[in-house]
């Protein structure tokens, strides 16, 4: 049985990729959880980031169902 950090695929799809980490704005990406199909932001400038689920209008983690 493989582990967590042992698979031969990858596990996030990039989905949307814009901006440059060396300008003030940064690099915001989406990302997608193959297994989960939850989305998330990405955003780094410089030496610093973040991550966060992205939310509905109503609130509710965006969840992609399909295979993706």
Do not use: C
Request: aromatic letters at 8%; charged letters at 30%; a negative charge.
């Amino acid at each position: 049985m493989m582990g967590l950090f042992e698979s031969k695929e990858e596990r996030f799809k990039l989905v949307f990729d814009d901006g440059s980490q060396l300008d003030d704005k940064g690099k915001r990406m989406i990302l997608v959880d193959k297994v989960t199909g939850v989305h998330y932001l990405a955003w780094k400038s410089g030496y610093g980031g973040g991550i966060t689920p992205l939310l509905d209008s109503e609130g509710n983690v965006i969840i992609t169902k399909s295979d993706i």
